[in-house]
């Protein structure tokens, strides 16, 4: 782990990213060593940053990345936050207060099965997301939300929860967005009010032939929908094969015709892995 541009794993105990979730971070793909999409992700990390009026210095953050890079494994998961730093009791930053920054490898999560192929089981989370535009899009360390909604789990057979706003618009799930079809249309929700726009998902609306439409989501349009798959930038694109809401389970087609984006956007994604550690 590098903390501030060197090899240590403690913080100081009043850091602004422990005491209140005052900070940003990123999950990046470590594919044959090298990271994917960074940039992308460095330009979120920036835009939270300056969004929560956090200091960052870019290209030290960079250098720091290039200085760590001998150690990536040939597969993994880098993860970098940034926090406001050390500073007193209280709400109100310090404008004194220098920025920490945190470098940790992992290792890539297993998943049982091929859910890539054979799809996954989601069901809809009780817990809600709150409307705060301030936020929307962003990737802040304050993820309380998720927590509750990942507590939530029926068992170990599903593999993601969906989350609606307050307002119960689906908005996306604990740790991916969602693209869906209908009518041979791709869509994914609007982010306007909340939830995180993922790098993923940003990736596919610029990839995809044709793009997908930014549009509102209800639970029974979602439900309604010919195909439905979720993403991530570390596990990439898994089709849904079924949505537990309540009492109800719905089924979809993961392998005929239906899903026929799902299986596009799978192929974008390798593409990008060939490409971006070429």
């Known amino acids: 782990m ?7 794993d403690t913080i100081a105990i009043n850091d602004r990213g422990l005491a209140y979730g005052d900070g940003v971070f990123e999950t990046i793909l470590i594919h044959r060593h090298h990271p994917i ?26 250098q720091e990345i290039a200085d760590y890079s001998p150690h990536f494994p040939e597969q993994g998961v880098l993860k970098i936050i940034v926090t406001r730093g050390a500073g007193g009791r209280g709400y109100r930053p ?9 470098l940790s490898l992992h290792s890539l999560p297993v998943y049982e099965g091929d859910p890539g192929n054979s799809g996954i089981a ?10 705060q535009p301030t936020l ?19 068992d170990e057979s599903f593999m993601e929860g969906i989350m609606l706003d307050s307002n119960d618009n689906v908005i996306e799930g604990t740790r991916s967005n969602i693209f869906w079809s209908e009518s041979c249309r791709l869509f994914t929700p609007t ?4 939830g995180v726009a993922g790098i993923m998902r940003n990736y596919l609306l610029n990839s995809i032939a044709g793009a997908a439409e930014i549009n509102g989501c209800s639970l029974d349009r979602l439900v309604g929908a010919d195909e439905i798959f979720i993403c991530n930038s570390v596990f990439g694109i898994w089709p849904v094969r ?17 899903a026929k984006f799902t299986r596009q956007a799978q192929s974008v994604f390798q593409e990008l892995l060939k490409a971006d550690a070429a």
């Not at 310090?94 to 945190?102: P, Q, Y």
């Open 242 to 258: 079924s949505i537990q809401a309540g009492s109800k389970t719905v089924a979809l087609d993961v392998d005929g015709s239906e």
């Open 2 to 8: 590098i903390v501030n541009g060197s090899s240590q």
């Open 94 to 102: 310090l404008h004194s207060s220098d920025t920490t920054r945190i």
């Open 136 to 154: 929307s899009g962003i990737k802040h360390l304050n993820r309380l939300e998720q927590v509750l909604a990942s507590q939530e789990w029926p």
């Open 191 to 194: 982010l306007s009010n909340c």
């Open 122 to 131: 989601t069901f809809i989370c009780n817990q809600r997301l709150a409307i």
């Open 37 to 62: 999409l960074l940039q992308a992700h460095l330009d979120r990390l920036e835009s939270g940053s300056s969004r929560l009026k956090i200091s960052l210095d870019r290209t030290q953050l960079e």
